[in-house]
């Protein structure tokens, strides 16, 4: 049987280093979970949220799935969502999708999955509302658009959601964020898309789409 043992061994090391480097870190982080940040992503393995950001363990609240996606339907998003918005109390929540998605090129394709297809359907959703200026592109352009027509549909099905709303009503502070990764040199870019309470949504989304 297959153990994957060298993975303990290297989470030995790791934690020893931090440990070393950093007295008492594991014992405070047991005590209390305090990020600020909503990370909502692709489980792409190449995306992983807190070696991107440089961010420690405990600074950051991930939410995963296949082409980073916000249906009003998924109650696993909705309640990743809605504790991190209602217990935790985090200020930002940042949606962040990535150049060259499987998930997103799959939508753009006929090429049949299997299950995931179904998931799929609302990245095609999308594909479909935007196939005007998305024809209007070359392959390559349309692919990476549409990656990034992802990431800001789905920055509205946030700011759509009763929690995101009914926090904004009651005064919070609270930012949802429109961002993407480049696998190919690392860096993250701000989509332009930065919502701070509900009667900034509509106008913003149209400037993101627009540009």
Not at 18 to 33: C, I, K, S, T
Request: glycine share 6%.
């Amino acid at each position: 049987m297959r153990t994957l043992a060298h993975l303990f061994e290297t989470n030995r090391r790791w934690a020893e280093s931090v440990e070393r480097d950093r007295p008492g870190f594991f014992a405070a982080l047991a005590e209390q979970q305090a990020p600020r940040i909503l990370w909502i992503g692709c489980a792409d393995s190449r995306v992983p949220a807190n070696q991107i950001t440089g961010l420690d363990p405990g600074e950051v609240f991930v939410h995963r799935n296949v082409a980073n996606v916000v249906p009003h339907a998924d109650l696993n998003a909705l309640s990743v969502l809605q504790y991190a918005v209602e217990v935790l109390k985090v200020e930002h929540v940042v949606v962040c999708g990535h150049y060259g998605c499987g998930g997103v090129q799959a939508a753009l394709s006929e090429q049949r999955l299997g299950l995931i297809d179904n998931w799929l359907l609302h990245v095609k959703d999308i594909r479909w509302k935007h196939r005007t200026a998305l024809d209007a592109l070359d392959d390559t352009a349309r692919f990476r658009r549409l990656c990034e027509l992802n990431v800001i549909e789905q920055v509205v099905n946030v700011c759509q959601t009763s929690f995101v709303r009914e926090a904004w009503q009651a005064g919070r502070d609270l930012s949802v964020h429109g961002w993407i990764y480049e696998l190919s040199d690392g860096l993250l870019r701000d989509l332009g898309l930065t919502v701070t309470a509900a009667d900034e949504l509509e106008p913003l989304y149209t400037e993101a789409v627009e540009r």
